[in-house]
């Protein structure tokens, strides 16, 4: 295993557990201990951990890993995902997309669709998110329009009111979200409100609103609202979803597909 792949997995154990012991994470990641001292040395040099004896926790500020650290874990789940998506965008069609591992993976799946590889544009896509952006800026097909803002280190997510001039003078055909939590009674969620107030925007010039999720974040509440379960149209998560979780989604009027 890489170093970055090590940091990654790392991270994420920390983010679910709070705490990790180098015994059990050498363990788990099947190296040395000594290996594992000097990651979390190195990580705590970067203030991504806390360094404790035998140990490490999670930094006060690292709840809302960085993209860059969130690991391939779930990828098969997203990839399907994303596919899926793809499948429910017709080409022509203007696409908004928010920032987010599942939506990269969206971005990505519509890159290499056959029927989209010619057109006038064969997509218009509007995103805040600068890794989204430069991934399609090289498809000549596709049509890309990037809001102004701040970037967002965690998510590169451009924030703030200077997107607000870009997205009151647009329509989309259909804005993929996605989310951190979505729940039938808390709505879709992101942890910064500043990020979930643009992707409100991008649902509120919309036709339709699709939530790419894995089922991990459903069921699930966090501290800014995106919008209200009854703005989605459409859910798309992963075939773990439980059966009690796709029949209160349906009954709220929103289309499940479990992939």
């Excluded at 990641?29 to 990580?43: N, Y």
């Excluded at 596919?83 to 022509?92: C, F, K």
Aim: aromatic share 4%; glycine share 8%.
């Amino acid at each position: 295993m890489s170093r970055d792949a090590r940091w990654k997995t790392l991270l994420e154990l920390l983010v679910e557990r709070g705490r990790l012991d180098v015994e059990e994470a050498a363990a788990e990641l099947e190296v040395s201990a000594a290996t594992i001292r000097r990651d979390f040395d190195q990580l705590a040099e970067q203030q991504m951990l806390v360094r404790t004896r035998g140990g490490a926790v999670v930094h006060g500020v690292s709840y809302e890993l960085p993209l860059r650290y969130k690991t391939a874990r779930r990828a098969s789940e997203k990839q399907r995902i994303a596919r899926a998506v793809g499948d429910l965008i017709a080409p022509g069609e203007a696409v908004g997309l928010t920032g987010g591992t599942t939506t990269t993976e969206v971005a990505r799946a519509l890159a290499v669709r056959a029927d989209l590889t010619s057109g006038s544009p064969a997509l218009t896509v509007v995103t805040n998110a600068l890794n989204i952006a430069n991934e399609l800026a090289v498809r000549p097909q596709f049509k890309i329009v990037v809001t102004g803002g701040v970037a967002r280190a965690q998510s590169y997510e451009l924030i703030g009111p200077l997107a607000d001039g870009v997205l009151g003078q647009i329509t989309l055909d259909v804005a993929v979200l996605g989310v951190v939590a979505f729940d039938v009674t808390h709505g879709a969620a992101a942890h910064d409100e500043a990020e979930a107030a643009i992707n409100r925007l991008l649902c509120e010039r919309a036709e339709r609103v699709v939530v790419a999720a894995d089922s991990s974040k459903l069921g699930r509440r966090a501290f800014a609202r995106i919008c209200a379960a009854e703005a989605v149209n459409t859910l798309v998560t992963d075939s773990a979803v439980e059966e009690e979780t796709v029949r209160r989604f349906e009954e709220a009027g929103i289309t499940v597909r479990a992939v």
